[in-house]
C-alpha cells in the first residue's frame, strides 16, 4: 500500500522543458550538470529512497523518537538509514568542494530533496537542518570555525541544528532572551544560557556530535532585532585536534508529542543550566538574524518542497487505492470499475495531482532562480535572479505547504472509512504536512512578508515582471491551436493577479491593516496562477513534443490532459480571491465590529 | 486552556430569531415548548457538559478506549459520565412518552446535541447511535419488539448500535453478504453470521446489554438494495421478563486505531461465529435498507450537527488563546496587543466564527423543518416540509462537516507551533474533525444525493422554493439601511446558487457524469448561500432589536459584524464554484486523459 516510487521521469520533464536545466548547467562552476549526470543522480537517490527510507515512514509515525535522560532514541531503522545516506554523500551535495562538498546548484539538490520527502519527511529533517547549518557557517562563521565544522558536517559525521525558537519569541524573534557573555577564560568563547523550543534533531542517536547554531544575545546587545547574535554551540567541545572531546552544557530536556512527523525529534534545548554552554560567536555580534535571513529562502523553499513530498507521496497511494477499491456503479459507464472512475473521485484524484505537478514546478523554478542570483556572471543578472527568488519564496513555501495540507486532506477523503484507520497510512500524510504551514514562518508571516516586502516595497516592480512572463506564456499558449483554450484560461487568472497586485501597490501604504487582511488571500492567489503558468509552460513543450514525434506520446498527452484540468478546477478560485482581497477595508470594520 | 462554555445566548438567539421557535412551539405534541423550557433544558444541558463531559475529551483522546478479550475499556471517567447522562434522561429526548420519551421536538435536541458535541464528540456518539437505532425500531418494528427494548433504550440503560458497514459494503450497501437464516426452532427467530466493521459504540462497557440492529440478506432474497433486510441482534438474548440473559453470539474482535474520536470505540464486529447471532426481524423482509433511509436524514444531521460542536469548542479555544498571545507589532494600531489584532489572525478567527454560526443556523433551521415534516396537522404542509429537509439535510451534512474540518485546521494555524503539539489539545479537533466528511455517506455521496435526487429530479422545484425565500431576506436587507451592503452580497450569491441550480437541472440527466463531476462545488456553493441567507436573517433581528432598544445592543452589533464578515470574506467563495461547476465536461475529458 505505501510503495512509493520516485516520479523521476516527471522530474526530468519538467527540469529541462520548465525550469531551465541547460541554462543553469550553463552557469559558471554548473559545466558537469547535463541531462546525463542529473538523471543518473536522480536514480541513484530514488534507490536509495524507495529502498531503504520509505519503508520506514510509517514505522516512524508508529514508533517516533524517545527522550530519557537527555538522550533521543531515534525511530526503528533511521539510524542506519541515515548512515547510508552519509555515506552515499547526499548532504554535501550542494556544498563547497573546498570541505568536501560537491558544489552542484539547487536545481539537483532540490528534485533530489523532494525524493527524500515523499520517502520520509521526518528523516528528511535531519538532513535538511544540517544544511542550513552548513550554508550559515559557510557564509558568515571566520575561516577556523569553517575548517572545524564543515568538513565533518557536509560528510555528516556530524549533523547541525538551527536553534532560533524561544517560547515568548516565535514568529517574532526580536524577542530573543537567550544570554551570551565572553567566558573571560582568555579564549574567545562565550558562555550561552537560555531555554530554546522546537528544536528539529536537537538530539538524537546518529552522531558523535551535533552542532547547534544558536541566537543569543550579548550583554551589552541593543534591544531588539539589531541585538541578537549568532553562536556555534557543539553538544560536545572540540579538542585541539578537532575531535569531539568533553560534554558541552547543552542537552535536551524533552522532547514534543506532536501531530504527525513523529519520527522527527524536536526537542526542548536547555543552554547553560550548570556552567554556561561554550560557544563561538559566528561572524559579527548582532547581526545574527541578518544571518538567518540569507539562509531563509533555502530553507522556507525547503519547506515548500516538503509539501511536494508528502503530496505526491500521497497522491501515489490513493490513486493505487482508487484503481482497486469497487464500490457501487459508475454514471456514465458500464461494467464494474474502481472508484477512481466515479466523476467525484476523479476530480479528487485530478485535483490532487495537477496541484502536485503545479507545485512542483514552481519549487524547480524557484530553485533554478536561486542558482542564477548565485552563479551568474553578470552582477546586474544576479540581481534580478534575486528579486525573483525573493518574490517567488513565500510563494513556493506558503502555497505548496497549504496544497499539501489540502492533498492530504483529500487522499483520506478518497480513502474513506478506511483513511481514517492509522493502519491505512493516509491518515500520516495529513498530520504530517500538517506542520509545514507553520513553521519556518507561517502562512500569514510568508503573506505578508509576499504583500508588504516584496510586492508593495518595490511598487510591484519584481511582480510586474514575472507577470509580463506569464502573459507571454498565454499568449504562446493562445498560437497553438490544441492549447487555445488554456492559454485563454491562463490570460484570465494572470489578469486577476495583475488586478490584485495593482490594488496592493495602490493600498498597502495608505491602508496596511485592511490591505494585509487579505494577505493570504493575495498569496493563494499567486501560488494558484504561478502553478497554472509553468503548467501550460510545460504543456507547450509537450504539445511541441508530440508534433516532433519526440518522446513518449502518452506522457505529453497525460500532461497537457493535467493542465486542462488544473485550468478549468484549480484556476478559477482566482475570481474569489481577488474578491475577498479587495474587501478588506470593510471586513477588518466587520471583524472590530464583531470580535468588540 | 480547554474550558467550554455552551453558548446559550447564541443558540437562543438563533432559535427565537432564525429557526423559528414560535412555529415549531404551536405544532401539536408540542405545546409546552416555549421559550422558558427551552431555555432551561439549555442551561441544564450546559452544566452536565461544561462540568462532566468537556474535561474529559483531552484525556479520552490520549487514553482512548481499549479492546481486549471481547471486551472494550472506555476511556477515564466515560462510564461515569454515561450514568448521569442516561440518568438525566437526555437519551429518549424526542422520543415516544409511551416508551418513556419526553416527545420534544429536534428543535430542542439539535442545540442540546451541539453542546454535547462540543464538550466530547466521542463521548456524545453511543447516545446519538443509540437514537437512530430507538428511532428505526420505534418506526418498523412490531409492537412486541417494541415493548421489549424500546424502554430500556430510551433510559439508557441499554444502548444501541447500527450495523451497516461490511469490508466490501460500504458508500455501497447494496453489496452487503452478512446473510440471515431462520433459527427454525419454532420460534420466529433467524440465525445471523457475517462481519460489520466501522460499528460505532459496537462495545463498551456502559450497560449490561448492546442492542445491534444489522443489515443482513434472506436466503431467498433478491440480489441488490431490494434484498436486504433489518435485524435487532441483542448482545444478550432477552429472557421471559425481558431482563439479560444469555450471551448471544455477536461479539467485538477488535476497535480500530483512528485518527481521531479516540474515545469512541470503533468495533469490528463478527456475528455468527459459533452458533449464528440470534436476531428478530424488524418489519417486513427485503425492506432493511428502506427503513435504513427513513432515519437517514437524522443520522445525517446529527453529523453535520458534530461539525458544528467542534467547530465552536475550536474557536472558543482559538479565540482564547490569540487574545493572550502576545507576539510582534500589529500593523495599523499602537501598543503591545495580543495577536488577535493582527489582521491576517483576525481574518482567520472570523472566518471560523462567521463559519460557525452561519452552520449552526442552517443545522437549526433543518431541525425545524424535520419538525415541521412530521408533525404539522395539515399533510401538504408535512409535504412541503419534507421536501425542504430533503433538501436540507445534503447540504447540512456535507457542507458543515467539510466547514468543521477547515475551522479546526484554522484553529492549528492560529496556534502556531504550539498548536503542532498534541498537548495544546487543538489538533485533537482537526483530527476528530476529520471522520465528519466520511462517515453517514461521504462528501461526495451528499453532493451526488443533492444534486441528483434532491435537486434534478424534481426539475429544482424544492431548491428554487427555497431560493425565492432566499431573494427575499435580500431584499428585505436591502430595505434596511443599515443592512443595504449585505442584502446586495447575498443578493448576488443567490444568484449564483440560481445559476447553478438552472445549469444541473439542464444538464444532469443528458450529462450525468460530467455534471456530477462537480457536485461537490455545487454542494459547497449551496452551504455558503444558505448560511449566508440565514447570518441575513440573524442580522436583520438583531438590526430591529437595536431600533426596538430591545436586548444585547453589543451582542446584537456582533451578530451584525459577524455576517458583514462572512458577506465579505466567505461568500465570494460562489463566483469560483460556479465557475468550477459550469465546466464539468471539459474537466471530465481532461482529467480522463491525464489518467488514461
Known amino acids: 500500500m505505501t510503495v512509493y516510487v520516485a516520479p523521476v521521469k516527471d522530474l526530468m520533464f519538467v527540469l529541462e522543458e520548465v525550469a531551465g536545466l541547460d541554462e543553469v548547467a550553463a552557469l559558471p562552476g554548473c559545466e558537469e550538470v547535463g541531462i546525463e549526470l542529473v538523471s543518473a543522480v536522480l536514480e541513484e537517490a530514488s534507490r536509495l529512497a524507495e529502498e531503504v527510507i520509505a519503508p520506514l515512514n510509517k514505522i516512524s509515525d508508529q514508533q517516533g523518537a524517545t527522550c530519557a535522560n537527555y538522550e533521543v532514541k531515534t525511530s526503528p531503522g533511521f539510524k542506519d538509514a541515515y548512515k547510508q545516506f552519509a555515506d552515499g554523500g547526499w548532504i554535501g551535495l550542494t556544498c563547497d568542494p573546498e570541505f568536501g562538498g560537491q558544489g552542484l546548484p539547487h536545481l539537483l539538490s532540490i528534485p533530489v530533496g523532494e525524493i527524500w520527502n515523499s520517502a520520509c519527511t521526518a528523516f528528511a529533517l535531519c538532513p535538511m537542518l544540517t544544511s542550513g547549518a552548513i550554508e550559515a557557517l559557510s557564509h558568515h562563521a571566520s575561516d577556523d570555525l569553517k575548517a572545524r565544522y564543515l568538513p565533518k558536517m557536509i560528510s555528516g559525521e556530524w549533523t547541525g541544528t538551527m536553534n532560533l525558537t524561544e517560547p515568548n519569541a516565535g514568529s517574532d524573534l526580536a524577542a530573543v532572551r537567550t544570554r551570551a557573555v565572553p567566558a573571560n577564560d582568555g579564549s574567545n568563547a562565550y558562555l550561552i544560557s537560555g531555554t530554546k523550543i522546537f528544536i528539529t534533531y536537537g538530539e538524537h542517536d546518529y552522531t558523535d556530535n551535533i552542532i547547534h547554531l544558536v541566537l543569543a544575545r550579548l550583554p551589552d546587545a541593543p534591544a531588539g532585532v539589531k541585538g541578537i547574535s549568532l553562536f556555534v554551540v557543539p553538544k560536545f567541545l572540540l579538542n585541539s585536534d578537532g575531535s569531539a572531546g568533553a560534554r558541552n552544557d547543552a542537552k535536551c530536556v524533552s522532547i514534543e508529542h506532536k501531530m504527525g512527523i513523529h519520527g522527527s525529534p524536536t526537542a526542548v534545548m536547555a543552554f547553560g543550566e550548570e556552567t554556561g554552554a561554550v560557544g563561538h560567536l559566528v561572524g559579527e555580534a548582532n547581526r545574527g538574524l541578518e544571518y538567518m535571513f540569507t539562509m531563509m529562502n533555502n530553507a522556507r523553499l525547503s519547506v515548500g518542497l516538503e509539501g511536494v513530498g508528502i503530496a505526491e507521496r500521497a497522491y501515489q497511494q490513493t490513486l493505487s487505492y482508487a484503481m482497486e477499491r469497487i464500490q457501487g456503479r459508475v454514471a456514465g459507464r458500464e461494467g464494474t470499475l474502481p ?51 525573493d518574490l517567488l519564496i513565500p510563494v513556493a513555501k506558503g502555497w505548496c505547504s497549504e496544497q499539501a495540507n489540502e492533498i492530504a486532506y483529500t487522499a483520506v477523503q478518497v480513502h474513506g472509512g478506511m483513511g481514517y484507520i492509522e493502519e491505512t497510512g493516509v491518515a500520516q500524510y495529513q498530520r504530517d504536512a500538517r506542520i509545514t504551514t507553520i513553521y519556518e514562518g507561517t502562512t500569514g508571516i510568508q503573506a505578508n512578508d509576499l504583500m508588504g516586502r516584496k510586492v508593495a516595497r518595490d511598487g510591484g516592480a519584481a511582480a510586474n515582471a514575472l507577470i509580463l512572463e506569464m502573459v507571454a506564456t498565454a499568449v504562446q499558449a493562445q498560437g497553438v491551436t490544441e492549447l487555445t483554450s488554456m492559454g485563454d484560461g491562463l490570460a484570465g487568472g494572470v489578469a486577476d493577479l495583475k488586478a490584485a497586485t495593482d490594488w496592493i501597490v495602490e493600498n498597502y501604504v495608505s491602508n496596511t491593516a485592511s490591505t494585509l487582511l487579505g494577505s493570504v488571500h493575495y498569496l493563494k492567489l499567486f501560488g494558484t496562477v504561478a502553478g497554472a503558468w509553468l503548467l501550460v509552460r510545460s504543456s507547450i513543450a509537450a504539445q511541441a513534443r508530440l508534433v516532433a514525434g519526440n518522446g513518449d506520446a502518452a506522457f505529453c498527452r497525460q500532461k497537457i490532459g493535467t493542465t486542462r484540468f488544473y485550468i478549468d478546477q484549480v484556476l478559477p478560485l482566482t475570481a474569489s480571491l481577488l474578491l475577498m482581497l479587495k474587501r478588506g477595508t470593510s471586513s477588518l470594520d466587520a471583524a472590530d465590529l464583531a470580535l468588540s
Chains 1, 2 share one sequence.
Open 339 to 389: 472508484i477512481a472512475y466515479h466523476p467525484d473521485v476523479r476530480r479528487m484524484l485530478m485535483s490532487m495531482r495537477s496541484q502536485t505537478e503545479a507545485m512542483r514546478a514552481l519549487v524547480l523554478v524557484a530553485a533554478a532562480s536561486l542558482d542564477k542570483a548565485a552563479r551568474c556572471a553578470d552582477a546586474g543578472e544576479r540581481k534580478r535572479h534575486q528579486a525573483r527568488i
